[in-house]
Each structure stands twice: as structure tokens, then as C-alpha cells.
């Protein structure tokens, strides 16, 4: 009799489906358990500076597993990402690798497990990890679609964290322009108070940030609140005095 492989699931109508990437992840952690039956769980690694953490699971003991690992800084989930190999355990029971891990595993009745690497050689990098109760137990996996998974939540992550960056980079570039704004209104009000030009305005200033030992935003600020009377705003600079 043949069995027939279960359908990779519909990545575009599952990231639809879901309003975070969190839930888009727990999503293909669950799909993973469909891809191999014999699988009783399943969880998704993911390391950022250098600190692993399970960021979905479903199953029961999965997420302690990878915390396990992450304990002694060592098993197949943490090879698989940091190497980006594929890592397939077919008995705990005749594993040496990850020192004590695997006599733990067993103890939790786990004999056999799988980790695929996401976001490979990234600072996101991250891996899908499957745990099932017997030894061989993958055998009947399709191997070829949750490799495919694994290669769908490496594009959403890199997603996400290109958007993340852009909406960093936007603060810092907002943060910058505020910080421009309040140089030269302080820049007004000295060359107003002195007569002086724009470029001896701003030798002032940062003599005087120097000799105070204050950062020049934080100078620009308390004088142009010094003139103003109150905060300073995000307009355009002040005009020197006529």
C-alpha cells in the first residue's frame, strides 16, 4: 500500500492567515508535525546575539528539550545552527555526541530527533527541530518538504528582519534630523547674540560642549529653552536677531 506524502502547506495563505511572525512560525512548527507522523514534537530555534531561544514549539517536551541544549551549549539543535547541516539522530541510544543530552532525551522518552537549519550563516540563524519516541522513527518523514518549511521560514525571517533594521534605520535617521534641527537654532541664536557667521556659531558651541564636558545636543537644547522659554521644537532653525 503507498502512502502518500501530506501537501507542503500554502506559505502565501498561512502568512495571510497570521498577524505576527510568531504566529506564522508556530504555524510551520505545527505543519512539521504533519510532514512526519511519528513525530510528537516540534519547536523553532532562532540565535540572536549569540543567545538561542525557542521561539514556538508544540508538542509536549519539545521546548525542554531545546532548553537542555541550550544549557550545556551543545546537541543537534545548536549543530544544526550554527554548521547550517542537516542533523538527523535515528537513536539517542548509540549517540555520543552532546555529552550528557542524550541519556537525558531518553529519559524523556525521546530516541529520535531531526533539526534543520533556518537562516543559515546569519545573525539570525535558527533551526526547525523534531523529536519523535521511537528510534527511526523519520524514516517515513518527507524529508524534502520540511526541508522546504525550513527554507519558507528562512525567507520570512530575513523578511522581518529587514524590516526590522529599516524601521531602525528610520529612528536613527529621524533621531539625526532632530539633533540637526536643534544645532541650528542654537546656531541662530548665537549668531544673533554675537553677529557672528553661521561657522563661528558652531565653533562656539562646540568649545563651549568641550569645556563643559555636555554633549552639543544637550547644550543646543538648554539654550535654545533658555531663549524660547520652553522646549525646543522639531521646526526649522531660529533666525538671527536683526
Known amino acids: 500500500m503507498t502512502?502518500?506524502?501530506?501537501?507542503?502547506?500554502d506559505v502565501t495563505s498561512l502568512?495571510?492567515?497570521t498577524e505576527s511572525v510568531e504566529q506564522f512560525l508556530q504555524g510551520l512548527a505545527e505543519s512539521a508535525l504533519v510532514l512526519a507522523p511519528a513525530a510528537v514534537g516540534a519547536g523553532i530555534t532562532l540565535e540572536r546575539e549569540h543567545r538561542p531561544l525557542t521561539?514556538?514549539?508544540?508538542?509536549?517536551?519539545?521546548?525542554?528539550?531545546?532548553?537542555?541544549?541550550?544549557?550545556?551549549?551543545?546537541?543537534?539543535?545548536?549543530?544544526?545552527?550554527r554548521t547550517g547541516e542537516e542533523i538527523l539522530v535515528a537513536d539517542m541510544l548509540d549517540e555520543r555526541r552532546w555529552g550528557p543530552y542524550p541519556a537525558y532525551a531518553m529519559a524523556c522518552g525521546t530516541r529520535s530527533s531531526l533539526s534543520l537549519p533556518i537562516a543559515a550563516h546569519t545573525h539570525?540563524?535558527?533551526a526547525l527541530n523534531l523529536y519523535a519516541p521511537k528510534a527511526s522513527d523519520f524514516s517515513d518523514a518527507d524529508l524534502s518538504a520540511l526541508r522546504a518549511l525550513a527554507a519558507q521560514a528562512t525567507g520570512v525571517i530575513a523578511i522581518a528582519q529587514?524590516?526590522?533594521d529599516a524601521q531602525q534605520f528610520a529612528k536613527d535617521l529621524q533621531a539625526a534630523m532632530e539633533?540637526?534641527?536643534?544645532?541650528?537654532?542654537?546656531?541662530?541664536?548665537i549668531m544673533g547674540r554675537r553677529r557672528c557667521t553661521a561657522?563661528?556659531?558652531?565653533?562656539?558651541?562646540?568649545?563651549?560642549s568641550q569645556h563643559r564636558n555636555v554633549k552639543l545636543r544637550d547644550?543646543?537644547?538648554?539654550?535654545?529653552?533658555?531663549?524660547?522659554?520652553?522646549?525646543?521644537?522639531?521646526?526649522g532653525a531660529l533666525r538671527p536677531r536683526p
Do not use: K, M, N
Request: glycine share 12%; aromatic share 2%.
Open 3 to 9: 502512502h502518500r506524502s501530506p501537501a507542503l502547506p
Open 15 to 17: 502568512l495571510l492567515s
Open 55 to 81: 521561539v514556538v514549539s508544540t508538542g509536549p517536551l519539545a521546548s525542554d528539550l531545546d532548553e537542555a541544549q541550550y544549557g550545556q551549549d551543545d546537541g543537534p539543535c545548536l549543530q544544526a545552527l
Open 124 to 126: 539570525t540563524a535558527g
Open 162 to 164: 529587514r524590516i526590522a
Open 179 to 189: 539633533s540637526r534641527t536643534l544645532i541650528d537654532q542654537a546656531i541662530g541664536v
Open 199 to 208: 561657522d563661528e556659531a558652531f565653533g562656539l558651541l562646540r568649545t563651549a
Open 219 to 235: 547644550l543646543c537644547r538648554e539654550l535654545v529653552t533658555s531663549v524660547g522659554g520652553g522646549p525646543p521644537s522639531d521646526g
